[in-house]
């Protein structure tokens, strides 16, 4: 297996401001089946059954939900340099490279692009290396799907700042890689720049088809799946969490090298009626369809 990224290891976490932080707080421990790793000056961060020390972290905010931050693992010290180099006018150095106060540690880099995407370049943060995944529960983050309404831009900054690739383009979105995940960023063909879906990793189908019912048992049913998807390969199942943030549970995304050859739209098409490789998911449910416009990142603090 190769490395697509030369500059970015993985997507380890990210982070949102929620105006009720009680009732999501529960939503991602009771519910979700993340556990909180620590709270911290307000914010607290919850982890999966992997080895990175947080997934996502929650802070009180007024107004709606809001995404303060993408954070990406970097290879090296040297690959935050090469990713300020290339940012150019394509985005902006909102602060320098220091040491983290969080769970987990290291030091990071935080740049925005021109849109006011925000990410946090980690390096040398500690993992668990005891971890163990365990049934039903989320091992890690699999991917981030953010929407662009300048797809062709948003794709060649993530080629040319960060050293992505790109897997596979459909009508509606394309998927990046930089590990040998189908996908670890993808970018849905919007006509806005909201938060699309966080998806987060669980050890197999029983837990994506256990954690519908569990959810649906909690008040929040399925609003896309289950199925499986055509580019990835991965199972699925999406909720509407609290404040429109989309979550999805999914296993068994189909691992990739450098030989893998992109698809294009006409080499990704269903037969009328159908959404997925199965055939049995319906259309995504029109909650779902209006969550993923609503959260926006925050306005970067440069």
């Given at each position: 297996?190769?490395?697509a ?5 993985g ?6 401001s929620?105006?009720?932080?009680q009732?999501t707080?529960?939503f ?9 790793a620590?709270s911290?000056?307000?914010i607290?961060?919850f982890?999966g ?15 709606p939900?809001?995404?303060i931050?993408?954070?990406?693992r970097?290879?090296s ?6 990713i300020?180099?290339?940012?150019g006018?394509?985005?902006t ?10 769970p ?8 925005s ?18 971890a163990?995944?365990?049934?039903d529960?989320?091992i ?8 662009s309404?300048?797809?062709a ?11 992505f ?18 996908h ?10 909201a ?11 029983d837990?994506?088809m256990r954690?519908?019912?569990?959810l ?6 399925i609003?896309?799946g289950?199925?499986?998807?055509g580019p ?11 404040h429109d943030?989309v979550?999805?549970?999914?296993s068994e ?9 992109a ?5 990704w ?7 997925d490789?199965?055939?049995i ?22």
């Amino acid at each position: 297996m190769t490395h697509a990224s030369s500059r970015i290891s993985g997507v380890r976490s990210v982070a949102l401001s929620v105006p009720d932080l009680q009732t999501t707080c529960d939503f991602f421990t009771k519910t979700w089946g993340l556990e909180l790793a620590e709270s911290r000056e307000g914010i607290h961060y919850f982890k999966g059954t992997g080895s990175d020390a947080f997934l996502i972290s929650l802070r009180q905010s007024n107004g709606p939900a809001k995404l303060i931050d993408v954070t990406l693992r970097v290879r090296s010290l040297q690959a935050i340099e090469e990713i300020k180099a290339h940012l150019g006018s394509d985005g902006t150095v909102i602060s320098q490279t220091a040491p983290l106060n969080e769970p987990g540690g290291g030091v990071a880099c935080i740049i925005s692009d021109k849109v006011g995407r925000i990410y946090k370049l980690v390096f040398d943060d500690l993992q668990n290396e005891a971890a163990e995944e365990q049934k039903d529960r989320p091992i890690r983050l699999a991917h981030v799907v953010l929407n662009s309404d300048e797809i062709a831009v948003t794709q060649k900054f993530y080629e040319d700042v960060f050293d992505f690739s790109l897997s596979d383009r459909t009508k509606i979105m394309a998927f990046m890689r930089c590990n040998n995940d189908h996908h670890s960023i993808a970018f849905g063909d919007t006509d806005n720049n909201a938060l699309n879906h966080i998806a987060f990793l669980v050890p197999d189908l029983d837990s994506v088809m256990r954690g519908g019912g569990r959810l649906k048992d909690a008040g929040f049913p399925i609003a896309w799946g289950p199925g499986r998807h055509g580019p990835g390969n991965n199972t699925f199942n999406y909720f509407v969490g609290p404040h429109d943030i989309v979550v999805e549970y999914t296993s068994e995304v189909e691992q990739i090298n450098d030989d893998y050859k992109a698809g294009s739209p006409s080499d990704w098409t269903w037969p009328p009626g159908r959404i997925d490789q199965w055939g049995i998911s319906p259309m995504p449910n029109q909650t779902l369809k209006d969550a993923q416009k609503k959260v926006f990142f925050d306005s970067p603090k440069v």
